[in-house]
């Protein structure tokens, strides 16, 4: 509801040159925000009626939340500078103000991205809140027989469809080994990724040996693919090619993700903690899925 009120008031202030908020751009965070609102609500419902299977999946979302909190809080801290110093340099807000305005971002996002999500894997882990709900709850639950390691990457592999789903709404800009395709093969291959982050998420679930290489291959595979095009195309055509408002374009430039540089190692580091992830987890895959072990 916040966000739509910030359209209203966007709205509102183009006559003072403020400049109006892309509704296009805006579809991506109001969805997410309506998964979480249900999510929110659903787990709150089940802590309130000390439900076994609340625990397991508040931990694996507050991990999940709090590990891209703390990556959204280096780039806040160390890679705004310039925003605030353009805004200085303005001469709209006096130096004072900026200094302001970005403490209080600090201060808020500290909490939404760190504090939050740290309290609550700090309270459901602890071993009282396990015995709490296993005497509340005594009834087995799925929850029960799905290591957390497993419910984490289809939470993983959930997302990443939804990412996938969105994608369109930028253009179908798609990098693949050195070219950015566009129109019907960006589709295909869109369609494509769809199908196996539903294959991923059914076969992981199951715990299938099957699902771990393949996941293991399309995480190589696709970050092979990028490397190429960003080594081949560069970020500045690439975003060129993606239908990106001008307010996030600029946003882009000033937190220097236009960066090949620093794109590339952001992809190598993240294949390389998922590899890692998932090599841990690979004790929790069997050779033959639906066995008695599962």
């Known amino acids: 509801p916040l966000t739509l009120l910030a359209v209203g008031l966007s709205s509102a202030m183009e006559e003072y040159g403020v400049a109006p908020v892309n509704l296009r751009t805006l579809v991506p965070g109001l969805s997410l925000y309506a998964i979480l609102a249900v999510a929110f609500s659903w787990l709150g419902i089940g802590s309130m009626r000390a439900r076994r299977w609340v625990r397991p999946i508040v931990l694996v979302l507050s991990w999940l939340w709090l590990a891209v909190g703390v990556v959204a809080m280096v780039f806040v801290v160390f890679m705004s500078p310039a925003v605030y110093e353009e805004m200085a340099a303005g001469g709209a807000f006096p130096a004072e103000a900026v200094v302001a305005v970005r403490l209080v971002v600090v201060l808020v996002l500290t909490c939404l991205y760190i504090l939050l999500p740290g309290t609550l894997v700090l309270f459901y882990r602890s071993d009282d809140v396990r015995a709490t709900l296993e005497a509340r709850d005594r009834q087995i639950r799925w929850t029960d027989t799905c290591p957390s390691h497993i419910l984490s990457l289809c939470v993983l592999y959930l997302l990443t469809a939804y990412f996938v789903v969105l994608t369109p709404l930028y253009g179908l800009v798609v990098p693949v080994f050195g070219s950015v395709l566009s129109g019907l093969p960006a589709a295909l291959v869109l369609l494509v990724s769809l199908v196996l982050c539903g294959y991923l998420t059914w076969g992981t679930l199951r715990r299938d040996v099957a699902a771990w290489w393949i996941s293991m291959v399309a995480a190589t595979v696709a970050t092979v693919s990028f490397s190429w095009t960003l080594l081949s195309v560069g970020m500045t055509e690439l975003y060129s090619r993606l239908q990106l408002p001008d307010e996030q374009l600029l946003l882009v430039r000033q ?40």
């Open 255 to 294: 937190y220097g993700l236009e960066s090949n540089t620093l794109m590339l190692v952001l992809t190598i580091v993240t294949w390389a903690f998922f590899v890692a992830y998932m090599a841990y987890a690979r004790r929790f895959f069997h050779a033959r899925a639906g066995g008695p072990e599962d």
